[in-house]
């Protein structure tokens, strides 16, 4: 009752606005600070950017202790670490990397993949596009990607992470924006779009 009265004075209601616009102000001008600032990271970023093809770390010939690997996460059932092994995820080990004595462990794999850098699995397209035999490939991409790819491919700092991004369907994986050109081979490292099969 006395919360009901309170409200319908027109100056608590002043203030409750006021409160409210000053919270939209400040919550606006941060958002505005953060896209100044993104957008002068990348414009400062050297046009010259190459990302290191060079895994830090190699499982075959070096007798170091890994103490990390990325991976690509998402995978119920597979994962692809940074060294290009796919494996179950039951066989990766706490540092993140796949085990490579596990059965299930292979390395640059290309299974389910096309001629054309199209796969039907998101994890071998990962894993056949860190082969290093691909980076002329990927380097002749970046160097002709369209400037509304140059934002994405300009952020990405290595191999592993170019992998991931190129890997991950996308506007070229579809027609029509909703269906797959290639429900088969959607996932692709390649320079150009899955093959349009008939529907």
Known sequence: MVLRRLLRKRWVLGVVFGLSLIYFLTNTLKQEERTIRDRTLLEARDPDHRIPWKVRFNLGNSSRPITQCRNSIQGKSLLTDELGYVCERKDLLVNGCCNVNALSSRQYICKSCLANGCCNIYEYCVSCCLQPDKQLLLEHFLNRAADGFQ????????????CLAKCRTSSQSVQHENTYRNSQA????????????PI
Do not use: I, M, Q, R
């Open 151 to 162: 934002n994405l491919f300009t952020a990405v700092e290595d191999h592993f992470e170019l």
């Open 186 to 197: 959607k996932y692709c490292y390649g320079e150009s779009p899955p093959e349009l099969l």
